[in-house]
């Protein structure tokens, strides 16, 4: 098992670039691939980015390509998600997750973390 714990959000304007982190403890980090997830209010959870073991794939849900990067640092056993260009519509608790396969990074994952808010005003 890991355990997962999200950092780096808070309230920003439109347009404007925050990054997530998302520290990992217990069994060896680099066996997991690593995703984030979001929930908006009233919305269900929403898949949005993935990355495999060592960072050599990732994968985007189609509305934050290209604003969107997800990477990870293994020496570090942290996982980022640096967002740019920042939308009203990525308001949302972003969640940290951890998928148990090296190389899958599509749904499903196994291990969460609590989640941080990311508030984008208008």
């Known amino acids: 098992q890991v355990q997962l714990v999200e950092s780096g959000g808070g309230l920003v304007q439109a347009g404007d670039s925050l990054r997530l982190s998302c520290a990992a403890s217990?069994?060896?980090?680099?066996?997991?691939?690593m995703g984030w997830f979001r929930q908006a209010p009233g919305k269900e959870r929403e898949f949005v980015a993935g990355?495999?073991?060592?960072?050599?794939?990732?994968y985007y849900v189609d509305s934050v390509k290209g604003r969107f990067t997800i990477s990870r640092d293994n020496a570090k056993n942290t996982v980022y998600l640096q967002m740019n260009s920042l939308k009203p519509e990525d308001t949302a608790v972003y969640y940290c997750?951890?998928?148990?396969?090296?190389?899958?990074?599509?749904?499903?994952?196994?291990?969460w973390g609590q989640g941080t808010q990311v508030t984008v005003s208008s």
């Open positions: 990355i495999n073991l060592n960072g050599g794939s990732t």
């Open positions: 217990g069994r060896t980090f680099s066996r997991y691939a």
């Open positions: 997750a951890a998928r148990d396969s090296k190389w899958i990074v599509i749904p499903p994952y196994d291990y």
